[in-house]
């Protein structure tokens, strides 16, 4: 069942928190795909989260094909039914990588920096932070003081007891937003975070022959992991974000939108 819930915030970019550095940011910025590292201490890294997510639908995902590595994770990776494939992490200007992508008619060559057009369920399904969040959107292709949050990740949680889900619609170009204790803003596209690095890795989830509309009904599906701070592990299991898009039409998606409004002020009356 999808839970919906919907709030609008805006925030400023301020200062990041600074925390002891335990790797160089400049290994992670590969030429294509940003690299992991591995997971801090007992956290788990991106197979462990996909098995955990999917490894109902045809067991354990291996790297296959010829996936490549970056760090700790590789570009595909498949089980008995899915197959999920790391999406391009290079900037929208770099690589001849110059649209955004399209979330009812994605393209792999697109990139995960800019995004644009579609309706959509947004669920958390991991979380190997313990700090409180945001996430959302930022509507357009620049600017970091007009983030709208989808909703909020609780503080303290750590593994899949995660909460958090809406369902978005959107026309025209947008950029994904996580904002950290209110003080770390960050952004799908690279060259909008305080440090010009990326944050943020995508999978596309497909059946095996990308076809089958018995997964979410042939329609796309996109896995966003997140980092959370910079100069700490760049493990990206921070946050992370199941995308699947749905065929609703635009005045249905939003009074789904209007009605996650209304819970989202009644779940803080209630909190007051």
Known sequence: ??????????????????????????????DDYT?????????????DILNNIYGDIGGDFSPTGDAEATGSTWTIYE??????????????NESGNSSPMN??????????????DGIVNVRAEAKFAEFHGEFGYLPGTSGTDNFQSLFSVDPGVSGYDVDG???FS???????????????????????????????????????????????????????????FPGFDY??????????????????????LGLAGVAVARRRMKKA
Request: proline share 6%; hydrophobic share 40%.
């Open 103 to 116: 979330l009812a008619d994605p393209s792999m060559t697109s990139g995960d920096q800019i995004w644009q």
């Open 165 to 167: 889900s809406a369902t």
């Open 35 to 47: 690299h992991v590292g591995d997971p801090f201490g007992a956290e788990d890294a991106h197979v």
């Open 1 to 30: 069942m999808i839970r919906t819930s919907q709030g609008t915030m805006g925030w400023v970019l301020v200062a990041p928190l600074t925390l002891t550095v335990a790797a160089s940011a400049d290994y992670f910025q590969g």
């Open 235 to 256: 493990d990206y299991n921070d946050l992370v974000i199941e995308l699947a898009v749905i065929p609703l039409p635009a005045p249905l998606a939003m009074g789904l």
């Open 170 to 228: 959107i026309d025209g170009n947008f950029r994904w937003g996580y904002d950290v204790e209110e003080t770390q803003l960050l952004s799908s596209k690279q060259d909008d975070n305080p440090d010009g690095q990326d944050y943020m890795v995508t999978y596309r989830v497909t059946d095996l022959d990308g076809n089958n509309p018995e997964f979410n009904n042939g329609l796309p599906v996109f896995l966003l992991f997140w980092e959370d």
């Open 79 to 92: 089980n008995n039914e899915l197959r999920l494939e790391r999406v391009l992490d290079v900037p929208n």
